[in-house]
């Protein structure tokens, strides 16, 4: 038997720097993949460790001190398959298999029960925070058999990223796929977030006619503020870079087409089957997709026309009204992706602690933000919430900010100007605090054409009219 506290298959850039991680505080560390020139790499960067090289599968199971716990970052799919057939032969029971990937998490329920009767613990973990977050501490979000987790809790608690008061940001989430389940609506906030953000740079610039330049500076400014988060802080320094081929700014040099990896598609995907309206993260994810026609918007911009940009109020003015506008449609981005939460929840019985949750998201993460703390307070002083739109902190700022929101979106809607994550962040609040909506009409139209039946306002049970004498 090895001495190797953890090992990890998969050394791209996220394992490799997970694993210097691991090493940096403590814990020793063999690495292993199919590539032989990553195997190499991983030796070079790694020397003067306790991490160790493995250049075969049989030699780095060896490596391993019992239980055996092994990270897999490879990616998701057939891959991770692939891997857990090529390893379990070598295992026995008590092993652990963590995946560390961007794993669907019902892929993670079937591995799981794939690996019944085999005594091997599987986990389904989430790690978010990218190349820097995985080198220097991720939010890592562990789900799957239980009795794993006090056996690489004390890992992986060490190598995550740690909040302001100190807690590391790594929890157990549940069983089965609640790791996965609450990374990938960790994403679709994260697209929802991202989309929100690039709607207040595309009004400075088409209604404000600011530069990237004036624009980093805002952004700048926002980020010490009730704002303050990881994207809003990089996009600053996005705004403020230069291409040094030809000294335009940076971003005016990248192409208009966003790229996915699935993630906000399967939140989305899932928000439908779960009956969650999560519709600005739906439309984070449809307006990439329409990024990518760029041929066809370049074509239809020959012919199709809006009205002319015109903007004649005070600058300062509507900056400040798309600050507030920009937190709005963060709250409502936040509160369907917790809603969702909260849906998968009833549906699989995981017993998600949502406080918990928005405190390991607080550092190390894509989506960290001050208001994190504002969230993870709303669900420890209620832990049964319905929505984060019905906290008082949150119900007071969207109260206090509407006003100026609805003014960002009209200015935006007679300029011809697309937000569709404004619009429709401002929908969904419109709607949630709706006591009627005109679904009464629908549902005749249903019952007319289809005989759906539907129920009354003043009587139990179900009905059907005959809308027609002749039918």
């Known amino acids: 038997m090895g001495s190797q506290k953890i090992g990890i298959v998969g050394l791209g850039v996220m394992g490799e720097n997970l694993a210097l991680n691991i090493s940096h505080n403590g814990y020793s560390v063999a690495g292993f993949d199919l590539d032989g020139a990553k195997v190499e790499s991983f030796a070079k960067r790694t020397a003067g460790t306790s991490a160790i090289a493995a250049h075969a599968l049989p030699e780095f199971v060896r490596a391993l001190a019992t239980p055996r716990i092994i990270l897999i970052m490879v990616p998701a799919g057939k891959p991770v398959d692939a891997v857990i057939n090529d390893l379990t032969p070598h295992l026995q029971s008590g092993d652990l298999l963590i995946d560390g990937g961007n794993t669907y998490f019902a892929d993670t329920e079937r591995r799981i029960k794939a690996l019944e009767g085999t005594g091997i613990l599987y986990i389904g973990t989430g790690v978010s925070g990218g190349e820097e977050g995985a080198l220097k501490g991720p939010a890592i979000m562990p789900g799957g058999n239980p009795a794993a987790w006090p056996v690489f809790k004390p890992i992986f608690q060490a190598i995550s990223a740690k909040a302001e008061d100190g807690a590391p940001c790594c929890e157990w989430m549940g069983n089965g796929g609640a790791g996965h389940f609450v990374k990938m609506v960790h994403n679709g906030i994260e697209y929802g977030d991202m989309q929100i953000i690039c709607e207040a740079y595309w009004l400075m610039e088409r209604l404000l006619g600011m530069t990237p330049a004036d624009m980093s500076r805002v952004f700048g400014e926002w980020k010490s503020g009730e704002l303050s988060s990881y994207l809003i802080d990089i996009t600053a320094d996005i705004l403020a870079k230069t291409d040094p081929e030809t000294g335009k700014p940076m971003v005016d040099v990248i192409l208009d087409t966003a790229e996915q990896k699935g993630t906000g598609k399967w939140t989305s ?54 600050r507030k506008a920009l937190m709005c449609s963060k709250i409502c981005s936040y509160a369907q992706g917790f809603q969702l939460l909260k849906a998968g929840n009833e549906e699989y019985k995981w017993n998600l602690q949502f406080g918990t949750i928005a405190s390991i998201w607080r550092a190390g993460c894509i989506i960290r933000a001050q208001f994190l703390g504002k969230i993870k307070s709303a669900y420890e002083t209620n832990p049964v919430l319905l929505n984060l739109l019905l906290d008082p902190y949150f119900a007071r700022v969207l109260d206090s900010y509407q006003a100026a929101w609805r003014v960002v979106v009209v200015a935006a809607v007679e300029c011809g100007i697309p937000v569709p994550a404004f619009m429709s962040a401002l929908s969904y609040f419109d709607s949630y605090r709706s006591a009627n909506l005109p679904a009464n009409l629908l549902q005749a139209q249903r019952d007319y054409f289809g005989a759906h039946t539907y129920h009354r306002v003043d009587k139990e049970g179900k009905f059907h009219t005959k809308w027609i004498d002749a039918l």
């Open 269 to 322: 995907q899932v928000a439908f089957d779960l009956g969650v309206p999560a519709q600005t993260i739906a439309d984070a994810v449809f307006v990439r997709m329409l990024s990518a026609l760029k041929k066809e918007r370049v074509a239809a911009s020959a012919v199709l026309s809006g009205p002319p940009v015109s903007f004649r109020g005070d600058r300062k003015v509507m900056l400040e009204n798309i």
